[in-house]
């Protein structure tokens, strides 16, 4: 089954979400990587948040980069999605293992560490990117994306984030979902939607059972849900031989004529896909020789 993002209101309008199933996307992200478990649970639950808030970008030249700096063992975590929430990422130190929690969950929270900022930066395809960060809450990454939007937006959201990996470290599911009241909210749906929400569990508790659309359906029973969009999205990498060659004119000519002098091929590695683009020391001089014209 393909990765969905669906889009809606519910509550007569008082309140707007978005969902994702990402499993797909969370598992390609986990081949590409060769993660453990624990960076698969955290680059995925940021690939995963990351894909909902491009997805809320409406030029298509849009992004959304998303990036957690926590101090800990995993080191950095780097997530970017496009305006059609397809989303790409890496991490620091994809190999780190630390003890389960007490309640035999993941410790992504240790792993992320909670002594660092989530970074934001939303490119909306025209003029200077809008940047905004936040100290970490837990490093458990939903709650401090949720912290994200109360203080650098204003909004009031809810976010779950869940990644299940299997015996054989493979993701058995993934998804999450974003809730914002809208302004006018009285405090009565306030009060029934924490409710909900509470009982509502784990993401992953509910698609290993059902779409995200089902489950969103049963979270918001009865309150006048509308699915107003509902999409494929997928991990998708941006990188092209052109863009690398790019960077590397980027570099200066010095430093590109010590390359070619060497006499061996030069390898550049994306880090989002770990495609390898090889140059010869003559298309390194080649590259200079076109810029010059």
Same mark, same amino acid.
Do not use: W
């Given at each position: 089954?393909?990765?969905?993002?669906?889009?809606?209101?519910?509550?007569?309008?008082?309140?707007?979400?978005?969902?994702?199933?990402?499993?797909?996307?969370?598992?390609?992200?986990?081949?590409?990587?060769?993660?453990?478990?624990?960076?698969?649970?955290?680059?995925?639950?940021?690939?995963?948040?990351?894909?909902?808030?491009?997805?809320?970008?409406?030029?298509?030249?849009?992004?959304?980069?998303?990036?957690?700096?926590?101090?800990?063992?995993?080191?950095?975590?780097?997530?970017?999605?496009?305006?059609?929430?397809?989303?790409?990422?890496?991490?620091?130190?994809?190999?780190?293992?630390?003890?389960?929690?007490?309640?035999?969950?993941?410790?992504?929270?240790?792993?992320?560490?909670?002594?660092?900022?989530?970074?934001?930066?939303?490119?909306?395809?025209?003029?200077?990117?809008?940047?905004?960060?936040?100290?970490?809450?837990?490093?458990?990454?939903?709650?401090?994306?949720?912290?994200?939007?109360?203080?650098?937006?204003?909004?009031?959201?809810?976010?779950?984030?869940?990644?299940?990996?299997?015996?054989?470290?493979?993701?058995?599911?993934?998804?999450?979902?974003?809730?914002?009241?809208?302004?006018?909210?009285?405090? $009565?749906?306030?009060?029934?939607?924490?409710?909900?929400?509470?009982?509502?569990?784990?993401?992953?508790?509910?698609?290993?059972?059902?779409?995200?659309?089902?489950?969103?359906?049963?979270?918001?029973?009865?309150?006048?849900?509308?699915?107003?969009?509902?999409?494929?999205?997928?991990?998708?990498?941006?990188?092209?031989?052109?863009?690398?060659?790019?960077?590397?004119?980027?570099?200066?000519?010095?430093?590109?004529?010590?390359?070619?002098?060497?006499? $061996?091929?030069?390898?550049?590695?994306?880090?989002?896909?770990?495609?390898?683009?090889?140059?010869?020391?003559?298309?390194?001089?080649?590259?200079?020789?076109?810029?010059?014209?």
């Amino acid at each position: 089954m393909a990765d969905l993002l669906i889009r809606g209101m519910a509550a007569h309008g008082m309140v707007r979400f978005v969902a994702e199933q990402s499993t797909n996307m969370v598992e390609r992200m986990r081949t590409i990587h060769r993660t453990l478990p624990l960076a698969t649970a955290a680059l995925g639950r940021t690939l995963t948040a990351c894909s909902m808030m491009g997805d809320d970008i409406k030029n298509d030249n849009g992004s959304v980069t998303l990036q957690i700096r926590g101090g800990g063992p995993l080191g950095s975590i780097t997530a970017v999605a496009d305006a059609h929430g397809n989303a790409r990422g890496y991490l620091q130190n994809p190999a780190v293992e630390l003890p389960l929690r007490p309640d035999g969950k993941l410790d992504v929270g240790g792993g992320v560490g909670a002594d660092g900022v989530l970074t934001v930066l939303r490119d909306m395809g025209e003029g200077e990117p809008f940047s905004g960060r936040v100290e970490l809450q837990s490093g458990e990454i939903a709650e401090d994306v949720a912290a994200y939007f109360a203080v650098s937006e204003q909004v009031p959201t809810v976010c779950a984030l869940g990644v299940l990996v299997g015996r054989d470290q493979s993701v058995t599911c993934a998804g999450g979902f974003m809730i914002q009241l809208m302004p006018g909210a009285d405090d $009565e749906l306030i009060t029934e939607l924490e409710k909900r929400i509470a009982a509502f569990g784990s993401v992953t508790g509910h698609l290993q059972k059902q779409s995200i659309e089902q489950a969103m359906a049963a979270l918001f029973d009865g309150m006048d849900v509308e699915v107003l969009d509902r999409h494929p999205v997928a991990y998708e990498c941006k990188c092209s031989r052109g863009k690398v060659e790019q960077a590397l004119l980027s570099m200066g000519r010095d430093e590109l004529l010590k390359l070619a002098d060497s006499g $061996e091929d030069t390898h550049v590695t994306c880090q989002f896909c770990d495609a390898d683009y090889a140059f010869t020391p003559e298309e390194l001089r080649a590259l200079l020789s076109n810029q010059k014209n």
